[in-house]
């Protein structure tokens, strides 16, 4: 059975730099609070009408293509990740697939909802793809343009101050050596916290989950639209909310425990990892893993400082960046982790 290689990889990061001082002037907050507590110095941000997720998708894309030496018509299968996509539907799989010229091709489109863990459970999905010989070519993205919806005021901070864009891509192909290639992946989940950190509405829940109708603006008439109500907005309902202490007590548990299951499935130990590069939540959570797995400073890739925390994107940002800067080469032992809404994790361990 064939291995899954990373032949191609690349970035796109947009210009314009929001930092911790700029927040400062529309909000009640202050660059030391914001670093003390995630580590972030500066996000970016699209310039709106011009940038999308799906434009920085493919933007990574591009990069990723000329990386493995082939042209975008040789794609046969596109996986996109994003908790933020252009368009409630369709997804930003086809129109990466339209922007690149690949249409004609007809080749397959997956969009992939699972927010922080999105590229790890990309990275699984397309493994199999790769193993089983369905596919040969996959380019898989994982992209965000989280500014467009965020609320950028003292009532939205704890959340807002978090969140950057940007884009990462990768090119997956088969291989026949067996020093190469994607090792194992793990991927786990649980609903039971699914609200500690959402995206609510609006939605198409319909009320079901709502503690009080009446805040939500909610009617009983069943032709009168619950998708975007009149007190969603009035009452700015139409934000992302996060309890930040209870998905940090969860992300510090659950990061160590799926990258060991990685490590222990492969027979490997935390000490034989040349780097691993969690998804960018905080850097006080990376800090907490890399003491608790004894983890020197080099073999943890941390870039949330730059960019803040763009989600299905900061693992294959940080991994494009870790490879361009040499941190990575042929034969490294890698481990790829992330941890986020829904709650879900998962980790992918492979040789370079």
């Not at 799906?54 to 975008?72: C, D, F, L, N, Y």
């Not at 007809?106 to 992939?112: P, S, T, V, W």
């Not at 969140?163 to 891509?169: K, R, W």
């Amino acid at each position: 059975m064939n291995k899954t290689i990373i032949k191609g990889i690349g970035h796109y990061i947009p210009d314009n730099v929001l930092t911790n001082q700029d927040l400062e002037s529309i909000m009640d907050t202050d660059d030391g609070w914001i670093r003390e507590r995630t580590g972030i110095i500066e996000r970016h941000v699209v310039t709106k009408f011009k940038e999308t997720t799906a434009t920085m998708g493919v933007e990574a894309a591009r990069k990723a293509i000329r990386s493995a030496g082939i042209e975008p018509d040789d794609i046969d299968f596109i996986i996109f990740a994003t908790l933020s996509p252009d368009y409630y539907f369709p997804g930003c799989g086809v129109l990466a697939q339209r922007m690149l010229g690949i249409s004609e091709g007809e080749c397959g489109a997956l969009d992939i909802r699972n927010q922080c863990s999105g590229f790890i459970y990309g990275m699984s999905v397309a493994d199999q793809f790769i193993k089983t010989g369905m596919y040969r070519n996959i380019l898989l993205i994982g992209s965000e343009a989280h500014s467009l919806g965020m609320d950028y005021s003292t009532r939205g901070r704890d959340v807002s101050v978090i969140f950057g864009d940007g884009a990462g891509a990768v090119i997956l192909q088969p291989t026949e050596n067996e020093t190469s290639g994607i090792l194992s992946t793990h991927l786990h989940s649980d609903g039971r916290y699914a609200e500690k950190l959402a995206f609510i509405s609006p939605g198409c829940h319909g009320g079901y989950y709502a503690d009080d109708a009446e805040k939500y603006g909610f009617s009983e008439d069943p032709l009168e639209s619950v998708f975007l109500t009149q007190a969603m907005l009035d009452d700015h309902l139409t934000f992302p909310q996060m309890d930040g202490q209870f998905v940090f007590k969860h992300a510090v548990t659950k990061f160590p425990e799926v990258i060991q299951e990685a490590l222990k499935k492969a027979g490997k130990k935390a000490s034989d990892l040349k780097i691993l590069i969690p998804h960018q939540a905080n850097l006080r959570i990376s800090q907490f893993v890399q003491k608790r797995m004894g983890l020197t400073d080099d073999q943890v890739y941390n870039n949330i400082q730059k960019y803040g925390n763009t989600t299905a994107a900061s693992i294959p940002i940080a991994l494009s960046e870790a490879y361009h800067e040499g941190r990575i080469d042929h034969g490294d032992l890698v481990c790829l982790a992330a941890f986020g809404s829904g709650f879900t994790w998962g980790s992918v361990l492979l040789n370079w």
